[in-house]
């Protein structure tokens, strides 16, 4: 079994990584530090799975398709694409920048067009695997100082439930996540208490349990928030 993942190397895409290399998968693991993706290939180790590794910037859309042509070339095909990487960027959209929205635009919803667009289509061709689009809180209803990046998750629900519609008669599951605030390195320094977040661990292990359900059933939406943030 092979899994992609973007944004492989912190917080939630980490955790996922983790759990998947745990349970024997061979991981596409993407993400724009080198030096991190090298520490977690290296933690992966013991697990003797196959793991590879590619930096990209996939707010630039040149990167995107390097990487997906790199990954046809290694990998015949993907049982599971996460669809992790993003950006937050705090401000109001009256007052931001136009490269403020473009940014987050092209990193939270145009990089899951592509990558989905590509994987969809071999998965529709093998009939099976599963795509789980990492949203947010956000994508239903807005964050306060979070405009841009909310207009950019809602838009990346969307496409979610577009996928979902197109892919569900060729027997491939879609499934969206709207984590809440998860104690991710963006809470770097914080004096709120873990307990006050979703942890990272937590919304992989959701995920590998869905991923595990009957062929017949799709988890469409997860909703996993603070219990008391």
């Known amino acids: 079994m092979k899994a992609v993942i973007t944004g492989a190397s912190k917080g939630i895409g980490k955790a996922i990584a983790i759990k ?22 290296e933690e992966l180790s013991p697990y003797g799975n196959v793991v590879f590794t ?6 630039v859309k040149e990167e995107v398709y390097a990487f997906l042509n790199s990954t046809a070339i290694n990998f015949d095909h993907v049982d599971v694409l996460v669809n992790n ?26 990089a899951t067009y592509y990558l989905s667009k590509f994987f969809g289509k071999k998965m529709r061709s093998a009939k099976r695997g599963h795509i789980f689009n990492i949203c947010s809180v956000a994508s239903k209803a807005p964050v306060k100082n979070g405009g841009s990046y909310s207009v950019t998750k809602a838009a990346m629900l969307s496409l979610n439930h ?6 569900a008669p060729h027997h491939v599951k879609v499934t969206a996540f709207l984590p809440g605030s998860t104690k991710t390195s963006s809470w770097e320094g ?3 208490p873990d307990e006050k977040f979703v942890q990272p661990e937590d919304i992989a292990e959701t995920l590998f349990t869905i991923l595990n359900l009957s062929k017949g059933v799709n988890v469409d939406e997860v909703l996993i928030t603070p219990l008391d943030f």
């Not at 990487?85 to 145009?110: A, C, M, R, W, Y």
């Not at 577009?162 to 892919?167: M, P």
Request: no cysteine; aromatic share 8%.
């Open 54 to 59: 590619h930096v990209a910037d996939f707010s």
């Open 20 to 41: 998947f290399a745990q349970n024997g998968y061979d991981l596409v693991l993407v993400a724009r530090g080198a030096d991190d993706l090298n520490k977690l290939r």
């Open 162 to 167: 577009v996928l979902r519609q197109e892919l």
């Open 190 to 192: 914080t004096t709120i």
């Open 85 to 110: 990487v993003g950006v937050f960027s705090p401000g109001s959209i009256l007052d931001e920048d136009d490269e403020t929205f473009e940014k987050q635009q092209h990193l939270n919803t145009n």
